[in-house]
């Protein structure tokens, strides 16, 4: 099982990005898939969850309205696009194989949001 996150990087308040997340070693579309993220100093936090066939689990509230998770299972591929991001998005994002923390994850991906 691999998972790579990518597409992190520095963003202004009220900026936008995209991650992505590359799956592999396992049969991606029978698995639910989950964004999570870890800001310096704090545990792991559930950002966002999706079902294997692409219905969205759900949204950490602080979240809800500016981020969006997506799939393409013809690609082994799932996306986290944040828009109107805020200091407090700030963390190191991974994705998660299966639903929930306790899944294999990857090496993750910086976001860094600051002015």
């Known amino acids: 099982v691999q998972l790579v996150e990518s597409g992190g990087g520095l963003a202004q308040p009220g900026g936008s990005l995209r991650l992505s997340c590359a799956a592999s070693?396992?049969?991606?579309?029978?698995?639910?898939m989950t964004w999570a993220r870890q800001a310096p100093g704090k545990g792991l936090e559930w950002v966002s969850e999706i079902y294997s066939d692409g219905r969205v689990i759900g949204y950490l509230n602080s979240v809800k309205g500016r981020f969006t998770i997506s799939r393409d299972n013809a690609k082994n591929m799932v996306y986290l696009q944040m828009n109107s991001l805020k200091p407090e998005d700030t963390a190191l994002y991974y994705c998660?194989?299966?639903?929930?923390?306790?899944?294999?994850r990857g090496q993750g991906t910086q976001v860094t949001v600051s002015s």
């Open positions: 070693g396992f049969t991606f579309s029978n698995y639910a």
């Open positions: 998660v194989k299966g639903g929930g923390l306790v899944g294999i």
